[in-house]
């Protein structure tokens, strides 16, 4: 079964309004966890790394002020897109690292579908 | 250079057919690699990791080349179901970014 949870799945908002999504990890902690956002037919790009109990880590050329991560638990992530536009209309996926019995594999949350109108 | 490189694609291959991809990353120093397979608007789900001696699981093989940098996945007698898109990923040593994708490549396995 799914071990990281994402939702909403899919969301349809008006421009300028904000959307927000999470992301949690069911069975297992997870101090780090990752943002990515995927055109089409492109591959996945890191947008941010989120940390427990701290600030993001943003990748070159992410807005961390459009992009708000909050990390506020060791199973809780959460992205907000803030004043969306058309253009940040994209596949938004996280993931988190899981350890012990897993091993060091990378899971993903089933990915949220934005699309800004 | 892009840190990781695959073959463009896409691949429309019969069924039953053996295809292989390639991929080429620039860090010398990478440690981790892996095969995962992506579906349309789905998160993308580790097919198998790449270890240094080559390894297989059923229909599927991996290996890796480290002197020329380069992974590969071949899969024999292909089937309906191995259509997807296959991303090749690349840990980069010393990065909190963890892991590192690359573009993809498109299977299309036809009847």
């Known amino acids: 079964g799914a071990v990281v949870s994402q939702h909403p799945s899919r969301v349809i908002c008006k421009s300028g309004t904000s959307v927000k999504i999470e992301c949690r990890s069911l069975d297992f902690q997870a101090t780090t966890m990752f943002w990515y956002r995927q055109f089409p037919k492109q591959s996945l790009m890191l947008m941010a790394t989120?940390?427990?109990?701290?600030?993001?880590?943003?990748e070159q050329g992410v807005e961390k002020d459009k992009f708000l991560i909050n990390h506020a638990s060791l199973t809780l992530s959460t992205l907000t897109v803030t004043s969306a536009h058309p253009e940040d209309s994209s596949f938004y996926i996280c993931?988190?690292?899981?350890?012990?019995?897993?091993?060091?594999?990378?899971?993903f949350g089933s990915g949220t579908q934005l699309s800004v109108l | 250079r892009k840190e990781v490189e695959q073959d463009p694609g896409p691949f429309n291959v019969p069924e039953g057919a053996t295809v292989a991809f390639n991929c080429t990353y620039s860090?010398?120093?990478?440690?981790?690699f892996f095969w995962y397979r992506q579906d349309c608007r789905k998160e993308p789900k580790l097919l198998m990791s790449?270890?240094?001696s080559g390894n297989e699981d059923g229909r599927f093989t991996a290996q890796l080349n480290r002197a020329s940098q380069y992974i590969s996945l071949l899969i024999r007698d292909s089937k309906l179901s191995d259509s997807a898109t296959y991303l090749c990923?690349?840990?980069?040593?010393?990065?909190?970014?963890?892991?590192?994708f690359g573009s993809g490549t498109q299977l299309t396995v036809l009847p």
């Open positions: 990923v690349v840990n980069m040593p010393g990065s909190a970014r963890q892991l590192t």
């Open positions: 860090n010398s120093a990478s440690q981790s």
């Open positions: 790449v270890y240094s």
């Open positions: 989120s940390n427990e109990g701290s600030k993001a880590t943003y």
């Open positions: 993931s988190a690292r899981a350890g012990g019995a897993r091993g060091e594999k990378l899971f």
